[in-house]
């Protein structure tokens, strides 16, 4: 058994920052990678930003240069660090993880349950 959890979200005035964190924990061999996807009322989910077990990361262009995906030294986190957050930015947050599940082997895809971010005046 997987469980992901977020953690961090809020309300942010335009131009603010945040930090948002995720936890993956359970029957975990190893993490393959880990992601953050967005959803914004009456809009299918995006893909935010992806990162590797060898620390390689990618950007949606919307945020590239605004927001960082990293990991801890504890493999089992990353963060998504969003400077100069924009209205639009606003949305439910959530992180995906790529997993070898320890006691099968096989590589599932485990969901948090996502946490709000609102970027409001």
């Known amino acids: 058994q997987v469980q992901v959890v977020e953690s961090g979200g809020g309300l942010v005035q335009p131009g603010g920052s945040l930090r948002l964190s995720c936890a993956a924990s359970g029957s975990i061999f190893s993490i393959n990678s880990m992601a953050w996807y967005r959803q914004a009322p009456g809009k299918q989910r995006e893909l935010v930003a992806t990162?590797?077990?060898?620390?390689?990361?990618n950007y949606a262009d919307s945020v590239k240069g605004r927001f960082t995906i990293s990991r801890a030294s504890a493999k089992n986190t990353v963060y998504l660090q969003m400077n100069s957050l924009k209205p639009e930015d606003t949305a439910v947050y959530y992180c995906?993880?790529?997993?070898?599940?320890?006691?099968?082997?096989?590589?599932?895809?485990?969901w948090g349950q996502g946490t709000q971010v609102t970027v409001s005046s």
């Open positions: 990162i590797t077990s060898g620390g390689s990361t």
């Open positions: 995906n993880a790529n997993v070898i599940v320890a006691t099968s082997g096989v590589l599932k895809v485990y």
